[in-house]
């Protein structure tokens, strides 16, 4: 029998039951080229058709937001040609996928401190946010030289300088109202955080906001995962129970 493409969504995934929003560590990249005796910068550009073919997917299966970890504050640590590749790499892709991104109805966002970035890659940042920023078939949420411990000290600064200015009172900091400050802003948490590769750390990513994510471990490197590993992902996902500090609410 024809492998049938995994356009739709598998007849024993529950629609009603997805993840609003699916959060991604793309781990990987430099062992599988490594693997194929090719040099890291091979791995990386397989990685990108790799989450090409993800926000495709999550839009076709009814995922509406995805967010996925690209370069994080530690990644300056690599050697300066794997950094400079790297940020070539983004504004190359950004540039070749932005047109049929505009016409799928992908909304593009980048969150973390974009100071340090190249600044052609910082202008065409905001002009691929700008030029998507209607559409509404999925939310496509780029972690570009992010830190969870950065993003929440810089919240903390902002309330705390809120405060100093007589703006808010110290009672008023709520979860909610830090919350808002992070890069988030008003999106919801992450309901599933998939690691590739095998390894089983956060990373700094998410810090705040995976409290209650369901944690998924792919064993495949990153450029290998594909809609079969992103199917075995949301089976797992929806076998959890999620009680969120609660008891099971679920009827015996
Ligand atoms: C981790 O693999 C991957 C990265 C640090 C870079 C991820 C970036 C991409 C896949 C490109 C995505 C592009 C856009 C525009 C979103 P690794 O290098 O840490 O692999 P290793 O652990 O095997 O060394």
């Known amino acids: ?67 996925v970890f690209a370069f994080s504050t530690e990644n300056w640590g ?7 590749f790297l940020m070539g790499l983004f504004h190359e892709v950004l540039q070749r996928e932005l047109r049929a991104m505009v016409e799928e109805g992908v909304c593009l966002r980048f969150m973390g401190d974009f100071a340090p970035l190249p600044k052609a890659l910082r202008d065409f940042i905001e002009e691929s946010v700008q030029a998507t920023a209607h559409n509404r078939a999925i939310l496509f949420n780029v972690a570009m030289n992010y830190g969870g411990r950065r993003e929440i000290l810089q919240a903390t600064q902002a309330l705390a300088r809120q405060v100093e200015q007589g703006a808010l009172r110290v009672e008023q900091i709520t979860e909610e109202t830090f919350a808002h400050e992070l890069y988030t802003g008003l999106l919801p948490d992450p309901d599933l955080l998939i690691r590739s590769s095998g390894e089983s750390r956060l990373s700094n990513f998410l810090l705040w906001q995976s409290a209650y994510s369901e944690l998924y471990v792919s064993q495949v490197f990153w450029p290998d995962f594909d809609r079969a590993c992103f199917y075995q992902a949301l089976k797992h996902y929806q076998s959890r129970n999620r009680r969120f500090g609660k008891l099971d609410s679920s009827p015996t």
């Open 78 to 84: 690599r050697p300066a040609e794997e950094v400079n």
């Open 1 to 67: 029998m024809a492998v049938q493409p995994m356009t739709l969504l598998p007849p024993d995934l529950d629609p009603r039951r997805l993840p609003a929003h699916v959060a991604v560590i793309m781990d990987g990249n430099g062992r599988w080229a490594k693997e194929r005796g090719k040099p890291r910068f091979f791995g990386h550009r397989q990685g990108v058709e790799a989450i090409n073919d993800l926000v495709r997917c999550c839009k076709d299966w009814g995922v509406p937001i995805l967010t």
